[in-house]
């Protein structure tokens, strides 16, 4: 009897992957079609089962196996080749269904003690609350925007059109990377109550790629 597994408990939820590359690549690509879906089927030799699993996808990563690459008070002693096949465990169709990949250095000592606390916490949810009601009133949320809606909806101008030329070439993008890095610039453009996508908003959209960067690099 098949029952249901993590990506149905975490159905309307978080999924939250700590060391991504750790997990059995099978198993990774596995989660391809309920992030795709939402939904997860389960085929058995008697039977088929379909399981609901619409989840938030969150994962975590090293950038190496020793954790120290790109690090500036550490050294990496990992060679390109193990960097390589430690990245590699993620394939580039499961990137492509994840919209924001970001690098984050590790936070030094004094930073860590430092007494700015930043932007606190409900200050952020009342500006994802604000981003969150003008897509509603345009009709989606930007993660849902269906693909003969995204040109409309995500209309560039000239010097849109060209940084997003020059970083699907430079970066050897697949199609659905191109339409999430679209999406994901509508949503900084949303939070800079800004009517139209500005290549501003696109080039930071790009920053968020930063696996599809390394891989092609
Ligand atoms: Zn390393």
Known sequence: MARPGEVSFAHNGIL???ELPEF????????????EENSITIARSNQSLC???????????????CGFYGDTARECRCTPGI??????????????????HIEVPAVAYKELRGKDDGVSSS????????????????????????ARALRKLCALDD?????????VRKMGLSARAHDRILK??????DMDHAEHVSAKHLAEAVQYRSLDRNYWS
């Open 159 to 167: 010097s849109g059109e060209r940084t997003l030329e020059m970083a």
């Open 83 to 100: 960097i390589q096949r430690y990245l590699s465990k993620i394939s580039g169709p499961l990137l492509d269904r994840i919209d924001i």
């Open 184 to 189: 994901l610039s509508r949503t900084i453009a």
């Open 24 to 35: 059995p690549r099978n198993v990774l690509e596995m989660l391809r079609q309920p992030l």
């Open 123 to 146: 200050e952020i949810r009342d500006r994802v609350i604000a981003t969150r009601a003008v897509q509603q009133a345009r009709g989606y949320y930007n993660a849902h925007i269906p």
């Open 16 to 18: 939250f992957l700590d």
């Open 51 to 65: 399981f609901p699993a619409k989840f938030m996808l969150a994962a975590a990563m090293n950038p190496c196996p």
